[in-house]
């Protein structure tokens, strides 16, 4: 199984002493988004656990407990966002310039496959046009295509009273045709998280963040696991397992679907005790938990291919 950590808040930024604590008790609590009171309980073991996916925009924290993970034996990899964004967008993200060096770093203490440069989401205001996006993205693309294999892009989704200009598709044409380019020019092959446009023709392919590829080759094994079914229908990822919990993120993008209110995930936030078994809270006592279903999604088929050399000279 993929443990996912986390869509729904920041994890390595916010509560990396917590996530320890759940490993090395051997399990997590999640409730349920729309119920506080179903809890599922989910037993974490490197023999269950077949890699982690960290999402964050801030790993730093997370950074002097990766040798803890590395012992018990859990394969992970990291999603980073750096988007170069100011704070009226990212009100409590690093600098730029500082995101860059801890992603140079965290690369050089994985290796580049195991840090994904996320670019996303893309906006547009008078601000935020697409020539700032263009020439914000060349400057980091020159520090960071070394340090890693793919960046990932996506597009805002326009909704009733979006501070946002909407992006036309001639709009979305237009800043994937320059951030291709810019791409290509560095060697760094870009791929869309959950776009329905087909950007291929410009050499922009739809990718997965929890891919199952990519996964195989960080492991050595190729997984049993289906498209995730609770994310959106241009999504591409395999299933996880997400242990976060929404509203408990305060780094305050105001683009992001999984915090209400800056506020209210400060409120949220002083309810964390890195000992409990739930990022939030305590148990009350009244919920009724359920063990969920975990094991390793290892595939054990073999096909010829899989086989080696040496049993394929007939």
């Given at each position: 199984?993929?443990?996912?950590?986390?869509?729904?808040?920041?994890?390595?930024?916010?509560?990396?002493?917590?996530?320890?604590?759940?490993?090395?008790?051997?399990?997590?609590?999640?409730?349920?988004?729309?119920?506080?009171?179903?809890?599922?309980?989910?037993?974490?073991?490197?023999?269950?656990?077949?890699?982690?996916?960290?999402?964050?925009?801030?790993?730093?924290?997370?950074?002097?407990?990766?040798?803890?993970?590395?012992?018990?034996?859990?394969?992970?990899?990291?999603?980073?966002?750096?988007?170069?964004?100011?704070?009226?967008?990212e009100e409590n993200v690093p600098r730029t310039e500082e995101s860059m060096a801890t992603f140079l770093l965290l690369s050089e203490r994985l290796g580049k496959e195991r840090v994904d440069w996320r670019f996303d989401p893309l906006l547009l205001t008078e601000k935020y046009s697409i020539s700032y996006h263009l020439e914000r993205f060349e400057m980091m693309c020159e520090w960071l295509h070394k340090a890693t294999t793919r960046c990932i892009i996506s597009f805002i989704d326009s909704y009733k009273d979006s501070p946002y200009l909407e992006m036309e598709p001639e709009d979305i044409v237009g800043l994937?045709?320059?951030?291709?380019?810019?791409?290509?020019?560095?060697?760094?092959?870009?791929?869309?998280?959950?776009?329905?446009?087909?950007?291929?023709?410009?050499?922009?392919?739809?990718?997965?963040?929890?891919?199952?590829?990519?996964?195989?080759?960080?492991?050595?094994?190729?997984?049993?696991?289906?498209?995730?079914?609770?994310?959106?229908?241009?999504?591409?990822?395999?299933?996880?397992?997400?242990?976060?919990?929404?509203?408990?993120?305060?780094?305050?993008?105001?683009?992001?679907?999984?915090?209400?209110?800056?506020?209210?995930?400060?409120?949220?936030?002083?309810?964390?005790?890195?000992?409990?078994?739930?990022?939030?809270?305590?148990?009350?006592?009244?919920?009724?938990?359920?063990?969920?279903?975990?094991?390793?999604?290892?595939?054990?088929?073999?096909?010829?291919?899989?086989?080696?050399?040496?049993?394929?000279?007939?």
């Amino acid at each position: 199984m993929i443990i996912s950590a986390s869509r729904r808040t920041d994890i390595p930024a916010l509560y990396p002493e917590w996530f320890i604590n759940r490993l090395k008790a051997g399990e997590v609590l999640v409730p349920n988004p729309y119920n506080r009171k179903k809890i599922s309980r989910i037993q974490l073991s490197p023999d269950t656990i077949d890699c982690i996916a960290f999402w964050t925009k801030n790993p730093e924290p997370l950074i002097p407990y990766l040798s803890t993970i590395d012992k018990m034996g859990y394969p992970y990899y990291f999603q980073m966002t750096i988007t170069d964004y100011e704070q009226d967008i990212e009100e409590n993200v690093p600098r730029t310039e500082e995101s860059m060096a801890t992603f140079l770093l965290l690369s050089e203490r994985l290796g580049k496959e195991r840090v994904d440069w996320r670019f996303d989401p893309l906006l547009l205001t008078e601000k935020y046009s697409i020539s700032y996006h263009l020439e914000r993205f060349e400057m980091m693309c020159e520090w960071l295509h070394k340090a890693t294999t793919r960046c990932i892009i996506s597009f805002i989704d326009s909704y009733k009273d979006s501070p946002y200009l909407e992006m036309e598709p001639e709009d979305i044409v237009g800043l994937a045709e320059g951030l291709a380019r810019i791409g290509k020019k560095n060697g760094l092959p870009l791929y869309t998280c959950a776009e329905k446009m087909d950007l291929s023709r410009l050499g922009i392919e739809h990718g997965a963040c929890i891919d199952k590829e990519k996964i195989h080759n960080l492991i050595g094994y190729k997984l049993d696991l289906k498209k995730d079914a609770g994310q959106r229908r241009e999504c591409g990822c395999i299933e996880s397992i997400d242990i976060g919990m929404y509203d408990t993120c305060i780094n305050g993008c105001k683009y992001c679907y999984a915090t209400s209110g800056l506020e209210g995930a400060r409120r949220r936030m002083q309810q964390h005790n890195p000992l409990s078994p739930l990022l939030i809270g305590q148990l009350k006592g009244d919920e009724m938990i359920t063990d969920r279903d975990v094991k390793s999604d290892r595939d054990n088929q073999i096909s010829l291919f899989d086989l080696p050399e040496m049993y394929m000279k007939f």
